[in-house]
């Protein structure tokens, strides 16, 4: 099934929109107590992707950027380590089909199932398969290496790897000599940290008058 694409809410603006809305949703700056991330490293700067990608209004918008980024690569599922990258998989894969490019979306556990199978992916993805591994937030790329492990422990082919945001602090660089795979974001905390900017403009220090002269 296909749909017309005339009828859809995505227009020319669809990626600046994503971005207002992760902006919005996700982007904490807070240069004074600053905030503590998974990596154990200090940032004046939080990105929670979550609120955005399990978000109503951006669900179709990363989708669809998802689908306009990975729509000529000849791969057959998208996923990654579970949590972070399930939404980003899910709606990637839904529109990806609707719009004709057939993508299983699977999961990769933190640890390996207690029972049954033992093991680490769960989907409707089979030994073989050209995979993308998806982040939301790519730091250092430790748990990016990891998912690009046990894929391939699994038998997956992983051709590239698409973030939605690029912290951009060594993890595109760590993914590309440790994992051998290409590395793409969508957007990069520089981005972020400009709209900041533009909507957080500093204010003009007040001048103080001058003494009268007597």
């Known amino acids: 099934m296909t749909i017309d694409m005339e009828h859809q809410v995505m227009d020319q603006d669809y990626k600046k929109e994503l971005l207002d809305i992760l902006y919005a949703r ?10 503590t991330l998974t990596s154990g490293k200090k940032s004046d700067v939080y990105i929670d992707v979550k609120k955005t990608a399990m978000s109503a209004e951006a669900m179709e918008l990363i989708g669809f950027t998802y689908f306009r980024e ?18 980003i998989a899910y709606a990637a894969a839904l529109v990806s089909t609707m719009n ?79 994992a051998r795979v290409r590395f793409d974001a969508i957007f990069t905390k520089t981005e972020l940290m ?3 900017k533009k909507y957080n403009p500093k204010k003009e220090e007040k001048k103080l008058p001058e003494k009268p002269v007597f």
């Open 26 to 35: 996700s982007f904490k700056y807070d240069p004074d107590q600053g905030f």
């Open 70 to 87: 990975l729509k000529l690569e000849p791969i057959d599922a998208i996923g990654g380590i579970t949590l972070g990258a399930d939404p």
């Open 100 to 178: 004709g490019k057939y993508l299983d979306a699977f999961v990769i556990r933190k640890e390996p199932k207690k029972h049954g199978t033992m093991q680490w992916i769960e989907g409707n993805v089979k030994e073989g398969a050209w995979v993308c591994i998806v982040e939301d937030v790519v730091t250092t790329g430790d748990s990016t290496i990891k998912a690009v492990e046990r894929a391939r422990e699994a038998g997956l082919q992983v051709r590239r790897v698409l973030a939605l945001v690029d912290r951009e602090e060594g993890g595109a660089e760590n993914i590309k000599e440790k």
């Open 194 to 196: 400009e709209l900041h």
